[in-house]
DNA sequence: CTGAAAGCGCTTACAG
DNA sequence: CTGAAAGCGCTTACAG
């Protein structure tokens, strides 16, 4: 049989006092006696007693857990996030509820929903592809629930945000492929919407036009789902052209491998015939042969920034709610990592 | 200013009704008026009422959140077992709360705690190293909390169990390299109390037997953290042996890159002169040159069928808490994936 | 020093 | 058809 669960009313039955006085004894309050305080510690510890956080959340109106909604799991730099967070939100006492997107924008819209009816006490999320905005987290901001939004966000929402400068990422690679001699420059976008797929892209064109290269839309390809697979297809298009790059720079490190492996099956050899500068420094980067050049994304340290932004606004507007709250931007540093694909 | 959360209270006070009936009429009750459904409903609608998941939770002591405690979550198939589980659970309307044992017995059983506190319908976990046994997750079954483990599980504890046969893919990993020409095979072997580690070890051990190959302690190594540099410094140090190994098998894809790269830069011809076989079907695998032929562990499987397994006896039980449960262990199939580096 | 009371936001058996 | 009451497990301002 299964054992009861421990509540403040057995132990005061038991004891023959109040709830309140248990509750208060456990709690240390100063107007409880010396012995009551013994003997309901000591009743408490041999029952075995936990509190019922829910029941704390109802009371205090604070849950102590917030929650993370995300494209998608399996994937370096969003794993690296939620570990950022989820270290962060151990250390002050705080549990993660996660949801994914699956880069659906109905999908997010019903995350934020349910979250907002787990009663939350934050939310950190990186926009789906699909999300031109984060118009659907408005209820969040209806019943003041912070929210941080990280890497994929959306500028014009009023809200704490963390990213790297995206555009200069881009920019450093492109130029690193210019400063290698490449010519004729190719660019693997990642999709429509994201801001940081259009930062990219600015930041390609940037360095284009610093060193007066011209900017061919025939060597402008877009990723729907960004992709190893997809990496590969547009490669092999892109080098099957008759006036062929000699350099092509792509939104994430995957669509970069995928690159590498169509050149490789075309005989290309990397970097003499063609450089690939990828981005995020995930793991596969460094582990393809060769090894692919690409621009560093700190995961952990977003995460860790996101969660602790988070959690200061969750103690600022508890302190304080009326005060008003100013929201930053965070942008953490980037740089090039060369390797033997430039 | 934030906005007031609506509360059947609001509701019945507008109506000039009890919340009783607030809350029937939600339910759509067949006790209550149609006139009075619609008015409440149209009500309910225009201030955007959501009922709050907490005060459910307490009522019918069921919060609909699962817990699922893991070693780490950067990592290739401890992040497809959570996108298995999120998708399984999103379907049943339940959420998941997600915490990180970071391989250590201590924090494991910390999450444990907190999970319990939290008051979660079930919990999925795999053992973290440091944890011989799942002795410090009793507390879940003495208060009839189902539990469901999941690749590194504690055979002796009672609950229900997901995993593959790591023995027969160990065996068949190991068959394999010794069908390739190996005469002479090392086994980098994961930590000493994982049990799909020794299990491992065991089909390796399993293969040399059935064909005559002599088991030398001096190839076998331990690793401590499963990463790519332990399996490239033990690697280098298998390699420089008088009598050096010609086929190695290590417990993790990770680790199999490790001595892919170790051989090269030694200078060894791999599959020629050396053959390696990996474990778990990570992307790396595919990725590294050679790729490395591994073992397919299907890690979305495994936390759909978790999942699947959870909720079903979370879904008993609140039945009827009486009946006895009877436990499984679901062993999901596994098979060889021969690739360049054999 | 202790306890009665109200309340967090719901649900549901029971009475009318 | 509707509502008063009790309760889930806590907390806390107030009275004594």
Redesign the pocket.
């Known amino acids: 049989m299964a054992q009861h ?1 421990t ?3 057995d132990i005061a039955e038991e004891l023959g ?5 248990v ?2 004894a456990l ?1 240390d309050y100063p ?4 012995e ?1 305080k013994k003997a309901v510690k000591k009743l408490a510890k041999k029952l075995n007693y936990q ?2 956080s829910r ?2 959340a ?4 604070k849950s102590n857990i917030i929650g993370v909604i995300i494209p998608e799991i399996v994937h370096f730099f969003f794993s690296n996030v939620i570990q950022g967070i989820m270290s962060y939100c151990d250390q002050k006492g705080y549990q993660v509820l996660i949801a994914l997107s699956n880069n659906q924008k109905s999908l997010e819209k019903k995350q934020v929903n349910l979250m907002f009816n787990t009663r939350v006490d934050g939310l950190i999320a990186s926009l789906a592809n699909e999300s031109a905005t984060a118009k659907h987290f408005k209820i969040l901001k209806e019943y003041n629930i912070p929210l941080v939004l990280f890497d994929k966000i959306d500028e014009r929402f009023e809200c704490n945000k963390v990213k790297i400068d995206d555009r200069f990422g881009a920019f450093l690679a492109t130029e690193h492929l210019i400063a290698k001699g490449c010519k004729r420059l190719a660019h693997i976008r990642g999709p429509q919407h994201p801001l940081n797929a259009k930062e990219r892209y600015n930041g390609f064109c940037d360095a284009l036009k610093k060193h007066n290269l011209e900017l061919d839309p025939a060597l402008i390809k877009i990723c729907e789902k960004v992709t190893l697979s997809e990496g590969y297809d547009f490669a092999k298009e892109l080098l099957a052209l008759d006036n062929p790059p000699d350099g092509i720079f792509t939104v994430t490190d995957q669509v970069g491998v995928g690159v590498i492996k169509a050149a490789q099956e075309m005989n290309l050899k990397i970097p003499e015939q063609l450089k690939v500068v990828g981005f995020s420094d995930s793991q596969i980067a460094q582990v393809v042969k060769p090894s692919l050049s690409t621009i560093h994304q700190p995961g952990y340290e977003i995460g860790e920034t996101a969660a602790r932004l988070l959690i200061e606004e969750i103690e600022t507007r508890e302190a304080d709610s009326e005060s008003p709250v100013g929201f930053k931007q965070i942008t953490l540093d980037t740089y090039l990592i060369v390797r033997e694909s430039t």
Not at 31 to 34: G, K, L, N
Not at 58 to 61: A, F, G, L, S, Y
Request: proline share 4%; aromatic share 0%.
């Open positions: 669960r509540t403040l009313k006092i109040t709830v309140t006085s509750s208060k709690k107007d409880i006696s010396v009551t509190p019922d029941a704390i109802m009371k205090r109106n």
